[in-house]
């Protein structure tokens, strides 16, 4: 059974500090998704890696993709307190279109 | 151009009631998924429907069961409610091999 295992759980961190999120996977997949959840809100997609060592950016987020370790990672620099929400990486495949989300990081920037 | 339309937004149902949620896909995607998530969890794979049938199932009873419509639409049904039913239900439209679009959700409390 493929698991998607997330790290930190949670994590609290300052305004203007780096930290990274850990996205582990059991089973080999053809693309890792990033997604953005607000409170009470749906899934806001961040970025889709769909090689081995893919990287993406966007403002302060950066995401990696290590498809022979099975590892990918969410790079926060520079946290602001709008970076506060909870973050969930997906295993997908191109086959099946069928995602399995990870557990979720929430994040919670303190000014 | 309209994204993933779900209905109801919100739903408050009793203990073995039925309840049937609606997503309408966005424009141009022909797949749709369901998801269940429940407060402080990731999303779990539910079903999927492609040409109005159902291609993939994840570890959920037959309680749950959907439909897809000519149009791409797709209801999904949750028959004799439990309490453990009550989660934010998300609809993800597609094209095979292509990036999700989430909805916004329907949030169903059993009571």
């Known amino acids: 059974e493929l698991k998607v295992e997330q790290n930190p759980l949670f994590l609290s961190m300052q305004e203007g500090k780096n930290y990274t999120i850990y996205c582990n996977y059991s089973?080999?997949?053809?693309?890792l998704y990033w997604y953005r959840q607000d409170p009470g809100k749906s899934l806001e997609s961040l970025f889709v890696?769909?090689?081995?060592?893919a990287v993406k950016q966007e403002g302060r987020l950066m995401a990696s993709l290590d498809t022979k370790a099975r590892l990918s990672t969410l790079h926060i620099t520079a946290a602001v307190h709008d970076l506060s929400a909870t973050y969930f990486c997906a295993v997908g495949f191109s086959a099946t279109n069928k995602l399995i989300f990870g557990t979720g990081t929430l994040l919670a920037v303190q000014p | 151009d309209a994204g993933v339309t779900q209905s109801p937004t919100h739903l408050i149902k009793t203990r073995g009631q039925q309840v049937t949620l609606r997503c309408s896909p966005k424009s141009g995607h022909d797949t749709v998924s369901w998801y269940q998530q429940a407060l402080g969890q990731g999303p779990q794979f539910i079903f999927q429907y492609y040409e109005e049938e159902e291609r993939q199932r994840g570890n959920f009873p037959d309680r749950f069961s959907g439909h897809q419509f000519p149009n791409y639409s797709s209801e999904l049904n949750v028959n004799a409610l439990l309490l453990g039913d009550s989660a934010l239900y998300l609809c993800a439209s597609s094209l095979i091999g292509y990036g999700y679009t989430f909805g916004s959700g329907t949030r169903l409390t059993v009571v």
């Open positions: 890696l769909l090689s081995n060592g």
């Open positions: 089973t080999t997949s053809d693309r």
